[in-house]
């Protein structure tokens, strides 16, 4: 199966901040899938096929990447986008997610 | 505005078996896929499988095989998990999802003796 590793696992930023989360996979994907979760609540989905924000999701958020390395960034971070995110990849089954970068504002 | 009603926590005893469902609404269910999720406590998300609710049609993961069953009841717009041969390792919370934007609130199974 396809392994997905994020890093970092836990990164902490100011308002205002630029945050880049990157995902590794351990072979080619077509593209990357990313779910943010908060705590107590169920995963959301908010970048799909790479680069495409979900239904209401911010445009400071973005994301990008080919082959095996992918990444969300945040242009400027703002305190409700504290949360866990994770990426998933679908190219290849079972279909996998990361471990997870957990975000925090500062 | 689609929505995922996930039946409530489940205590069952190791080596039984338990039925999970997920009831949606305002969505066409019968043209779409859902998929169910595990999660335990601080860690992860993993996949278990999908079933398109038009046909039946499934994919598992195959650590899932023979552990996990989905089925669907299109006149309620319902999908179902069954889960067997419980183990203290199945304790988690569970999720189902309309790919991917509806998502359940989640059911927590707890296996203990």
């Known amino acids: 199966q396809i392994v997905l590793t994020q890093s970092p696992a836990i990164m902490s930023a100011s308002p205002g901040e630029k945050v880049t989360i990157t995902c590794s996979a351990s072979?080619?994907?077509?593209?990357m899938h990313w779910f943010q979760q908060k705590p107590g609540t169920s995963p959301k989905l908010w970048i799909y096929?790479?680069?495409n924000l979900a239904s209401g999701v911010p445009a400071r958020f973005s994301g990008s990447g080919s082959g095996t390395s992918y990444s969300l960034t945040i242009s400027r971070m703002e305190a409700e986008d504290a949360a866990t995110y994770y990426c998933?990849?679908?190219?290849?089954?079972?279909?996998?997610f990361g471990g997870g970068t957990k975000l925090e504002i500062k | 505005q689609g929505q995922m009603q996930q039946s409530g926590a489940e205590l069952v005893k190791p080596g039984a078996s338990v039925k999970l469902s997920c009831k949606t609404s305002?969505?066409?269910?019968?043209?779409?896929?859902i998929s169910w999720l595990k999660q335990k406590p601080g860690q992860s998300l993993e996949w278990i499988a999908w079933?398109?609710?038009?046909?039946?049609?499934?994919s598992y993961n195959q650590k899932f095989t023979g552990k996990a069953q989905l089925t669907v009841d299109t006149s309620s717009s319902t999908a179902y998990m069954q889960f067997s041969s419980l183990t203290t390792e199945d304790s988690a919370i569970y999720y189902c999802?309309?790919?991917?934007?509806?998502w359940g609130q989640g059911t927590t199974l707890t296996v203990s003796s």
């Open positions: 999802a309309r790919h991917w934007d509806y």
């Open positions: 305002g969505f066409t269910f019968s043209s779409s896929y």
């Open positions: 096929s790479t680069s």
């Open positions: 072979s080619s994907v077509s593209y």
């Open positions: 079933i398109y609710a038009g046909t039946g049609g499934t």
């Open positions: 998933q990849q679908r190219s290849s089954y079972p279909w996998t």
